[in-house]
């Protein structure tokens, strides 16, 4: 029997989502499969940095560093958790890199594929763990729905997939310092949250990822302020089966709670949640009237970020380098399909230049 791994983690950044990723690795849950300890905050500042600490984990005493670098040097830190915007990810990852450490990093991994390509070969070099931080394809939600779709059939040959992510994030009140609003921050809404709808997309139409997966055609239309996108709608086709994805975003509009719809020959699943990263449950409703609907529950401590978090431990224990699920070869092509869709709508960044 394997003991359940304890991995010591060095935050980087200390913005929203750190703050729900360490509240989310402390939780204590009964079924938890590795240990989650916060060794190391990285903040931009010392004093932010243990602001951070006092209000998020008030009674653990991790060591704050008032630099990034300072973390990343921490011989006691095993996995650096970057939780930056997108526009910091390579050289947050590259420096993590440089002194050897496991990485979990926010989506978007990069700001395209090239960048994404760069930080793999890096790590490669170096032997050590890196993953994209793409929760929701942990959840055991979405693995129950990939086994009935593609493997049970559950509702016959996939014909279409709908997914939309909106949240109204009231971007014209931002000022330009804002990673929402600032396109050297990465700002637009296809890599804030588009990038789940794709994610929806992507794994609901194809039983395969990565470089087993079939390539869809992309076609797609973005609506630019400023040259960020505010509302993003991309098509993807299966030439091999026809299927469709009609995939969404928008920093506008608050999305339903029923997010996707996935149909099928014998019927279609609805599914639904406080937000399209955060699926809670879906409902089957066959075609024939005969049969009854049913509703799949998944109810769950905290948000849900422990998932990946166990995932990450457990393959660092075993010595691997990246994860199954969410494997380099997949955050290379979800970076891919979204340079194809900003660079067909001229919603590029400065670095898509360098
Ligand atoms: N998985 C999810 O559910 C989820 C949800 C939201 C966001 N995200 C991803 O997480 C990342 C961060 O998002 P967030 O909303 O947490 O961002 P945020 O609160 O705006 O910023 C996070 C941290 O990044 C640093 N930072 C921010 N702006 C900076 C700038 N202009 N220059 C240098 N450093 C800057 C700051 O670190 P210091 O604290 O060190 O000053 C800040 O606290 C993004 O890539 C986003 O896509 C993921």
């Known amino acids: 029997m394997t003991s359940v791994p304890t991995i010591r983690w060095g935050i980087i950044g200390t913005g929203w989502i750190s703050t729900e990723v360490v509240k989310d690795l402390i939780l204590e849950r009964p079924d938890a ?23 998020t984990i008030p009674h653990l005493s991790p060591t704050v560093y008032g630099s990034y670098a300072e973390c990343y040097a921490d011989p006691k830190v095993d996995l650096i958790y970057i939780g930056t915007p997108h526009a910091f990810h390579k050289d947050n990852c590259l420096e993590a890199i440089q002194h050897g450490k496991h990485i979990l990093c926010e989506k978007a991994f990069t700001l395209n594929a090239r960048e994404a390509r760069e930080v793999f070969a890096a790590a490669k070099a170096k032997g050590v763990f890196i993953m ?38 009231d971007v014209k009140s931002l000022g330009p310092e804002s990673r929402l609003k600032n396109k050297a921050l990465g700002a637009g809404s296809l890599l804030d949250v588009g990038i789940y709808s794709l994610t929806w997309g992507l794994l609901c139409l194809d039983r395969n990822i990565a470089d087993k997966a079939e390539k869809p055609k992309v076609v797609s239309l973005l609506s630019l302020e400023e040259g960020v996108d505010m509302t993003s709608s991309f098509l993807l086709l299966y030439p091999s089966t026809g299927r469709q994805g009609i995939l969404t975003s928008t920093m506008s509009v608050k999305s339903d709670e029923t997010f996707a719809r996935i149909e099928g020959s ?20 066959p075609n024939n009237k005969d049969e009854k609907e049913k509703v799949f529950e998944f109810e769950k401590p905290g948000a849900g970020y422990y998932y990946e978090a166990d995932a990450v431990a457990m393959d660092i224990q075993a010595g691997r380098t990246e994860n199954a699920v969410m494997p380099w070869a997949e955050t290379i092509r979800v970076m891919e399909i979204m340079d194809d869709i900003r660079y067909t709508n001229g919603a590029l960044f400065p670095q898509d230049a360098e």
């Open 33 to 55: 499969k590795a240990v989650h300890v916060i060794q190391a905050i990285g903040c931009s500042s010392l004093s932010k940095g243990q602001a951070f600490a006092k209000s």
């Open 132 to 169: 994209e931080a793409m929760w929701t394809r942990f959840f055991p939600l979405m693995q129950t729905l990939q086994r009935l779709l593609h493997d049970e059939k559950i509702i016959g040959d996939i014909l279409r997939v709908f997914a939309d992510f909106g949240l109204n994030m």
């Open 266 to 285: 014998k019927g279609t699943i609805f599914v639904e949640g406080p937000g399209t990263s955060i699926p809670s449950r879906f409902k089957y409703v």
